[in-house]
């Protein structure tokens, strides 16, 4: 079994750049899929990165994912800051079970 | 536009039980691996359970094995999941989700309350 841990909150000012990293203890980043989803408040999960770096249609290129081999780590980036992305953010891996990270709560300030 | 809906929630006394569904639209049910999710009030995403597209491969978390059975029937486009001995941690919205992919979920319903308490 392994675990994600994410920080708990970021913030930072409209049009600006924020990245909310995501690590793995437990196994190896690269061998399964790093996948990052929005909630907002009140609604249920979206996809906005899947397979570590891949953007399902609709979500705007201001979104970008990356693996880390060396730090056994995933990152989400979100860059050119809206306040519509104002929400928390999970990361999600496998390997015989499905695990969620803690969350992010991202403040657009 | 593929959608998932959710039913079945409640408030349930402790040892008590559920079935929960939910519903495909959009989408031939039995192309997607499915998941049920759960989030507690102001906690995080916690997945449950996971059945592949033609039910003959089910996986639980520790916390439920034993006391959930996730089971689905493609030609009704439906999942379910049956709560047994229902406990107050598992008070929570829980969320059915799917893909075409084993590994993530791609689509989700808008979750369904579940309450355990006396």
């Known amino acids: 079994k392994f675990t994600l841990t994410q920080p708990h909150s970021v913030s930072e000012s409209p049009g600006k750049t924020v990245t909310i990293s995501c690590t793995r203890s437990?196994?190896?980043?690269?061998?399964?899929?790093v996948q990052w989803y929005q909630q907002r408040p009140g609604s249920s999960p979206t996809t906005v990165i899947y397979?570590?770096?891949?953007?399902p249609s609709g979500v705007p290129d201001r979104f970008s994912g990356s693996i880390d081999s060396s730090s056994n780590s995933a990152s989400l980036t979100i860059s050119g800051l809206k306040a519509e992305d104002e929400a928390d953010y999970y990361c999600?891996?496998?390997?015989?079970?499905?695990?969620f990270g803690g969350g992010t709560r991202v403040t657009v300030l | 536009e593929v959608q998932l809906v959710e039913s079945g929630g409640n408030l349930v006394q402790p040892g008590g039980s559920l079935r929960l569904s939910c519903v495909a639209s959009?989408?031939?049910?039995?192309?997607?691996?499915m998941h049920w999710v759960r989030q507690a009030p102001g906690k995080g995403l916690v997945w449950v359970s996971r059945?592949?597209?033609?039910?003959?491969?089910?996986i639980y978390a520790d916390s439920v094995k034993g006391r959930f059975s996730i089971s689905r029937d493609n030609a009704k486009n439906t999942m379910y999941l049956q709560m047994n001995s229902l406990r107050a941690e598992d008070t929570a919205i829980y969320y059915c989700?799917?893909?075409?992919?084993?590994?993530?979920?791609?689509?989700w319903g808008k979750g369904t309350t579940v309450t355990v308490s006396s």
């Open positions: 999600q891996s496998h390997d015989t079970s499905w695990v």
């Open positions: 059945i592949n597209s033609d039910g003959s491969s089910k």
């Open positions: 989700s799917g893909g075409y992919k084993y590994y993530y979920m791609d689509v």
């Open positions: 437990g196994g190896n980043i690269a061998n399964n899929y």
């Open positions: 959009g989408v031939t049910l039995s192309r997607y691996w």
């Open positions: 397979e570590d770096d891949q953007r």
